[in-house]
Nanobody, 124 residues
């Protein structure tokens, strides 16, 4: 069973960049599709980005298109979320998620495995 360990995050000014990492242990990452979700204070957890096993298929939320990039390095068992041009409304706890196969990559209920979350704060 895969375990997900997150790193990255922190405090950044508006317009800045951060990269989040999600490392898998206990399993081979290329067996899993990966995604990132985020949850702002008082808000529901929302979809941010999805990447297929090979990386050939990517989906991004409209709110982050053109600013965020999802990628994966299967030999390193790690997925990434590169966040550029950050805005205060991007402030949230960010979670990586994984599963063997899913029907709707934007639905958080589809994913069985979750990282612990990492805080991203964007100051204005």
């Amino acid at each position: 069973q895969v375990q997900l360990v997150q790193s990255g995050g922190g405090l950044v000014q508006t317009g800045g960049s951060l990269r989040l990492s999600c490392a898998a242990s206990g399993a081979t990452l290329n067996d899993y599709v990966m995604a990132w979700f985020r949850q702002g204070s008082g808000k529901e957890r929302e979809f941010v980005a999805f990447i297929s096993r090979s990386g050939a298929l990517i989906s991004l939320a409209d709110s982050v298109k053109g600013r965020f990039t999802i990628s994966r390095d299967n030999p390193k068992n790690t997925a990434y979320l590169q966040m550029n041009s950050l805005k205060p409304e991007d402030t949230a706890v960010y979670y990586c998620a994984a599963d063997f196969s899913i029907t709707n990559p934007r639905m958080r209920g589809e994913y069985d495995y979750w990282g612990p979350g990492t805080q991203v704060t964007v100051s204005s």
